[in-house]
């Protein structure tokens, strides 16, 4: 048998075999002890550890732990098919070649090694680390499955007013809530939530789940757009390293590159970009404040951003630094269309719940509030070549931000006041609270090891930490810690000016991860070919109150907390590609996923109460009524003066009012007696740990060069996430028995890409796919309307299906790009639920199916359908020698795939489709490039001002209006 040297790579230098055989002897994978430390990889221990019963150095952390012999058993059969190939190989290369001409008895050729192929970003010697733009472009339509790639160009071309605006009109993806927070929380065909789908950068994940009250919930990711390079969004469960638990897809974000930094030529340099927005106004203080109607233009922008990046490259070393700084104000409204917004939108059969109009709060070309954003952001970047082996890539990034957000149920307009209401508020005022606060810092590392000479061995490792701290009001009044024993009353009005004592939820946030993964390629003789993939991914998180929240018995008495827990999760995952012929590909794998989490908080139950003496009083000030509050006695049980400014406030004591007088309240001198705790038990802390293995099958056949037809089926596990397993707020009750949820997708497609079409050097790509995903045990929030209580629960299945388009065409004068997304179902399914509501006294639901559209009362999946289907057209042509770029793009996006106003949709009172009719959405765009240095930007969002509201809205807001944007980058 003969071992397939591949060619050596561009720019590498020759290897002799004198050189080779200088090294020390590599032993097959499996079959000996473990190399030296010298000659392992930078920074992955070995790829012993899923080949051979040894750890070779991993941390200790994975060396301990009960999975090794678990998830080894799993992929047996690949380490040994390796180490058979690998020492059939050395064997075949000693022995002296044989000029006999093999006899008719003869076995079959033997297994042979593939020529090793390397492609990437850099024009670099040696291996790279991310793929070339043009192959990151053509992967969709080269795979047996769907995904989607925005270049960086496409980003900073539609990068919009809110950082979820860089994902708007990519088909089978939506937003949710994207106007309140500043964030990303992503909806892949119709799945979305509790790290269903994770936003990963780098290799690095952060999220934060996010309590929206009558709402529902959210799970965010917190990025500066202005420092990611491109974007893929994977759809669907898969076998990537980053892919454990995400049933519903990835979304892999990579940071700038040195490419982005420096024009052509240039081996080191620097790049400014500056920008500015109207349409825009700096936010007002105070709490009660009025709408503001003027708006303003380009001319006199209040909003800006500016970023400057140095970047210098070398034969073994490539860095870069950037610094973004971005200012946003609050924006406003459009002007057209506003109509369809102002209906009531209440069905009689249902239960006359539903989400208030948009227009009843905002008015047409009206200021948002709590839409203003303000944010630093730093990357370091560091890609280390020692040899033509290896490439290790180091980097650093950091966000501080303050951003506008509120509670959905806190947006409102205070009407005016009669002679039965008096309100305190102006007429017309509406809420704008304090900004939330993020900081954010990622470490990564991320490193690959490719010896020349084999094609046994591809191995890329990643290991990752990320740290977040912020401060929201979004919390549960009564559940929200205050740092001190303090009556009920003082806790704060979440509708009022004290909502910052009532809401605040300072959380902080910390991940780590480590992956390996290796890629082996054989020709099996005859044409036929073998590619074996296999890694193991570990992650650890762990949540719970930031800096400024200290935890004190007070709080735990009284079950505030800020919900904390660890939880650790490990996959190992493998797959075999089998190519009998060239055009055929059969693929079987699947990842063995483990997982487990522990609360850090536990419930307290009261035991024992005693009788506490109290008096009700009203505080005043210069004949101003201040508060309402309780004043408790002295030691020696006595009401005096000094006990009532000693009796606790939120703020501190009474005394800090600075009241000048008081009036009791109530009979007796307001006089009560308050029964007060004075023993507790508390529950033990909730644990939970399980396992599960998911198979993937996949079969692609090439009927020519450039096209491709494919069917696939894969199942995904996704184990209860911290929102969903642990304690939280006093609305939603625990479930023990919760299970992991798993979804057994389908999917079936055609894609084609061509070149030469029309004209000489276009390209034409084209992809059809139908998906269809059924998640078994769905997790979400159920109501039981027996007893009136919310908890998170196993629905029996969750269903969503339909077809997707992807095409692309440039001819270098003309491009385009159609995507679209036609939903056929969304619906949840659970007979032993239905049947609850059927047998309930109230609410209408007796007549409630075993599957409904959307998700049952109290369900989040009820905030989260899609449009039945949208349109993404992007049009542009290249003028005067392609320095002049001219285009536009219009998104059109229906009504909601169903409308979820039943007695069963909405028995629960909460988390109520907020309802968003049809939308046709026109950007335009031109660039010029004045010089190889220099290029001018120009930018239209929402050509026609419409007033609108995003798909998959939590919050009555509308969209930006007519927004104008001009920017500028410079090389040098």
């Not at 093999?102 to 090694?113: S, T, V, Y």
């Not at 008096?615 to 004949?623: D, E, I, P």
């Not at 028995?737 to 050097?761: K, M, T």
């Not at 026609?944 to 104008?964: H, I, N």
């Amino acid at each position: 048998m003969h071992l397939a040297r591949p060619p050596a790579r561009p720019g590498a230098p020759a290897r002799s075999s004198p050189e080779r055989q200088s090294r020390p002897p590599q032993p097959a994978p499996g079959v000996d002890s473990c190399p030296p430390a010298a000659h392992r990889p930078l920074l992955a221990s070995s790829i012993m550890f899923l080949v051979s019963a040894r750890p070779c150095g991993l941390p200790p952390v994975l060396r301990r732990s009960r999975l090794q012999t678990r998830l080894q058993t799993a992929l047996l059969s690949l380490p040994l098919l390796l180490a058979t190939a690998a020492s059939q190989a050395q064997s075949a290369e000693a022995k002296p070649a044989q000029s006999a001409k093999p006899g008719p008895d003869a076995p079959a050729a033997p297994m042979q090694l593939a020529p090793l192929r390397v492609q990437g970003q850099q024009a670099q010697p040696g291996v790279a680390l991310h793929p070339s733009a043009a192959e990151a472009a053509q992967a969709p339509y080269k795979q047996a499955g769907s995904s989607v790639h925005i270049a960086r160009e496409t980003l900073e071309r539609f990068r919009g007013t809110s950082p979820a605006d860089m994902l708007k009109g990519v088909a089978g993806v939506q937003m949710a809530d994207v106007r309140n927070g500043h964030a990303l929380d992503v909806n892949i065909r119709g799945i979305q939530g509790q790290s269903r789908v994770p936003v990963v950068i780098d290799g690095s994940q952060q999220s934060l789940e996010v309590y929206r009250g009558y709402a529902g919930q959210q799970q965010r990711s917190y990025l500066d757009p202005d420092l990611i390079s491109s974007v893929t969004v994977e759809k669907g469960p898969g076998l990537s390293l980053d892919g454990a638990g995400a049933i519903g897809g990835v979304v892999n974000m990579t940071s700038l590159q040195v490419a982005d930094v420096l024009a052509e030529g240039q081996s080191q340099g620097w790049r400014l970009r500056g920008g500015i927005a109207d349409n825009s106004v700096r936010e007002q203080q105070g709490f009660s404040v009025f709408n503001r109607k003027e708006r303003n233009n380009i001319f006199s922008p209040q909003s800006y951003f500016g970023t400057i990046a140095y970047a210098s490259k070398s034969e073994k070393l490539d860095w870069l630094a950037a610094y973004v700084r971005r200012s946003q104000g609050n924006y406003f409204a459009g002007t057209r269309g506003a109509e369809a917004y102002g209906q009531s939108r209440l069905d009689a059969p249902g239960t006359g719940m539903n989400a208030d109009p948009v227009y009843t709060y905002y008015r047409v070309g009206e200021e948002v509030l709590n839409t203003h954003s303000s944010n630093d952001s730093v990357l370091l970047k560091a890609t280390i070549r020692p040899n033509a082996d290896q490439a290790l890539e180091l980097g650093l990034r950091h966000l501080s931000a303050l951003y506008g957000e509120v509670m959905p149920s806190a947006i409102s307009r205070t009407p005016a006041s009669s002679e039965w209401v008096t309100y305190v508020d102006p007429e017309n005022t509406m809420q704008q609270f304090e900004p939330g606060q993020m900081k954010l810092t990622a470490l990564t590392a991320q490193h690959r090891w490719q010896p020349a000479g084999q094609a046994l061995i591809d191995l890329k490792s990643r290991l990752w930490f990320t740290r977040s701290d912020s401060t929201m009001f979004n919390a549960v009044v009564g559940s929200a810690p205050v740092g001190r024993d303090l009556p009920s009353n003082q806790l704060g009005d979440p509708q009022g000016d004290s909502y910052a004592q009532a809401l605040r939820s300072n959380v902080r946030g910390q991940r780590w991860g480590a992956q390996l993964g290796n890629t082996s390629l054989f020709f099996l003789g005859e044409g036929q070919s073998l590619e074996a993939k296999y890694g193991l991914s570990y992650t650890h998180e762990k949540t719970g109150p930031g800096v400024d929240t200290p935890v004190v018995e007070a709080d735990l008495r009284n079950n505030r907390f800020v919900r904390s827990a660890v939880r650790q999760e490990a996959s190992l995952v493998g797959s075999l590609e089998w190519k009998p012929v060239e055009a055929l590909s059969l693929l079987a794998g699947g990842r063995l996923l483990q997982y487990e989490v522990r609360d850090l908080n536990r419930r307290a139950h009261v035991t024992e109460t005693r009788q506490v003496p109290r008096r009700a009083v009203h505080l005043y000030k210069n004949g101003q009524a201040l508060e309402y509050v309780s004043w408790y006695p002295d030691a020696q049980g006595q009401f005096t003066e000094a006990s009532l400014r000693a009796s606790p406030h939120r703020l501190g004591t009474l005394g800090d009012l600075g009241y000048d007088s008081w009036k009791p309240n109530g009979p007796n001198n307001g006089a009560y007696m308050d029964s007060i705790a004075s023993a507790w038990r508390y529950d033990e802390p909730l644990r939970r740990k399980g396992s599960k293995f998911a198979p993937s099958f996949s079969a692609s056949y090439q009927p020519s060069e450039g096209s491709l037809i494919y069917a696939r089926y894969a199942e995904g596990f996704k184990m209860p996430s911290v929102f969903e397993a642990t304690v939280g707020n006093h609305f939603i009750t625990p479930n023990p028995d919760l299970r992991p949820e798993s979804n057994r997708s389908w999917e079936l497609g055609a894609s084609g890409s061509l070149r030469d079409l029309w004209r000489a050097q276009d390209r034409l790509s084209l992809k059809l796919a139908y998906f269809e995903n059924r998640v078994r045990d769905y997790i979400t929030r159920s109501y039981d309307p027996s007893s009136y209580s919310f908890t998170m629960s196993n629905m029996e299945r969750f269903e969503t299906a339909g077809w997707e388009l992807q095409t692309a065409y440039d001819n270098g004068s003309f491009f385009a790009d159609v995507s679209g997304t036609l939903y056929t179902r969304a619906q949840t399914c659970d007979a032993e639920l239905a049947q609850k509501l059927r047998k309930a006294r109230y609410g209408k639901t007796q007549a409630t199916p075993d599957c409904v559209d959307g998700g049952f009362g109290g369900s989040y999946a009820n905030t989260q359908n899609p449009p039945k289907f949208a349109l993404n057209t992007s049009l542009g042509v290249r003028l005067l020698e392609r320095r002049l770029t001219l285009g536009g793009r219009v998104v059109r996006n229906s009504a909601p795939l169903h409308r979820l106003d039943k007695p069963w949709n909405t028995n629960a009172y909460t988390t109520l489709q907020q309802y968003y009719p049809a939308t046709l959405i026109v950007d335009a765009f031109a660039s010029y490039q004045l010089n190889k240095q220099t290029q001018l930007n120009f930018k239209v969002d929402n050509l026609t001002d419409r007033y609108y509201l995003d798909p998959l809205a939590l919050s009555p807001m509308p969209a930006p209006g007519r927004t104008v944007r001009a920017d500028f980058s410079l090389h040098f």
